[in-house]
């Protein structure tokens, strides 16, 4: 299993220009293979990201001297990035989806980030050593233990990270002995358990929204490239920073309690970018964040030994009564309780779905690896398919080591 773990650097000011250099350096290569390569594919040819690479390391001493300065991984992993991007891009448009064309990368809009090779690098306690500055402070140690493959470090607003990707000899953990559980999610509770705890999420961004235009606007009229624009700029990424902090706080406590203290956790296969294309919801839904609570979800159940269940997004959670498998064919958004016309139970929406989730795992399940959380899943090819008279077929997936 790999994992990363991202740590706040404490560089000292000289360490700061060189942070700033080497991610200049990595978005200028960058910049540099992408107009080549789309220069060598309007006359036909086939550019490859090996050959751009080797051509580069010819000529840069000459064009580019103030390269030399720099260590190699500045500009030497760009073009793995520039091949990758490509990659995914035809592979896009190959299944016949929409995809976007690698494009540049503009100063003060992309991220700042470079990579280090594992070689060039050592984590000791509360300090790593990278290559041409030596010996940098890190705000706590490592939390994992096991081989580095990596390191990227990047800057968000004022601050430096490094996020150290470690490759961990992990064995099977024993499951947890909590109950399978079913977890409904939503927009004005974010997530409703089958045991009937319901939990608010913070929404930080609706509640920084006033704040955000303000500092948008105050921005705006800063003259550019002017030192007090520089300050605005910097001032609304902190802000910035600070929504994401608390979401990303919120989202790490909620699946870890999830993820140990349940055996199985069930949710359902959300068309978050679908719902997404709804202006009206577009911003509740991404300061929801569905899918990192899934992404999470899926490499801590494995961590801790738990199973993850995905329901097939066509599954009737919310009109299936829970107590006699009654099904409504209509309900609005707007009714939050209902009456089964065939046992009389009157139902909360949220927590019906929930218990539906919960109670969908007992049929048959596909075990499928996930290549996002890179938590090593195993895969299989058996499916049931369950359906009703006259209904949409139904399918469970489940996530397991």
């Not at 260590?71 to 991007?85: E, I, V």
């Not at 035809?90 to 100063?107: E, L, M, N, W």
């Not at 402070?137 to 990707?165: C, N, P, Y």
Request: hydrophobic share 40%; glycine share 6%.
């Amino acid at each position: 299993m790999t994992l990363a773990h991202r740590i706040q650097l404490d560089p000292t000011t000289k360490q700061r220009e060189y942070f700033a250099r080497a991610a200049g350096c990595s978005r200028f290569v960058y910049n540099w293979a992408l107009n080549e390569w789309n220069a060598q594919h309007e006359i036909g040819g086939k550019p490859k990201a090996t050959e751009l690479k080797r051509y580069f390391n010819s000529i840069y001493k000459e064009q580019f001297p103030w390269m030399v300065r720099l260590h190699r991984d500045a500009h030497s992993q760009p073009f793995a990035n520039l091949q990758s991007a490509f990659r995914n891009y035809f592979d896009a448009i190959k299944k016949g989806g929409k995809a976007q064309r690698p494009t540049f990368k503009k100063k003060g809009k992309a991220r700042d980030a470079f990579y280090v090779a594992n070689d060039k690098m050592a984590v000791a306690g509360k300090s790593v050593r990278l290559p041409v500055i030596g010996a940098v402070r890190l705000r706590e140690e490592l939390r994992f233990s096991g081989k580095i493959m990596s390191a990227t470090v990047s800057r968000t607003a004022d601050r430096w990270f490094i996020s150290i990707m470690v490759e961990m000899a992990h064995a099977a953990p024993d499951m947890p002995a909590g109950d399978p559980i079913g977890v409904d999610l939503g927009l004005t509770t974010f997530a409703t358990l089958s045991t009937g705890e319901k939990i608010d999420a913070p929404k930080p961004l609706k509640r920084a929204q006033r704040k955000l235009r303000r500092l948008g606007r105050w921005l705006s009229r800063k003259k550019l490239k002017s030192a007090n624009r520089h300050k605005a700029a910097m001032k609304l990424a902190r802000q910035h920073r600070k929504v994401a902090n608390v979401r990303a706080d919120f989202l790490h406590k909620l699946t870890t309690r999830l993820a140990k203290g349940h055996s199985e956790i069930c949710i359902e296969d959300l068309n978050v970018s679908g719902m997404s294309k709804n202006h009206a919801l577009a911003g509740a839904i991404s300061d929801a964040s569905w899918g990192e609570f899934r992404r999470q979800l899926a490499y801590k159940t494995a961590l801790y030994g738990s199973h993850l269940t995905v329901c097939d997004r066509w599954f009737p959670s919310s009109k299936l009564c829970s107590v006699c498998g009654d099904k409504t064919d209509w309900m609005p958004l707007s009714m939050r309780e209902w009456a089964c016309r065939g046992c009389g139970t009157i139902h909360d929406r949220d927590v019906n779905a929930a218990v539906n989730l919960k109670q969908n795992r007992a049929g048959s399940v596909q075990i499928y690896a996930c290549g996002d959380c890179g938590a090593g899943l195993l895969a299989t090819a058996s499916e049931t398919v369950v359906a009703e008279a006259g209904t949409k077929p139904e399918r469970s997936l489940a996530l397991t080591t």
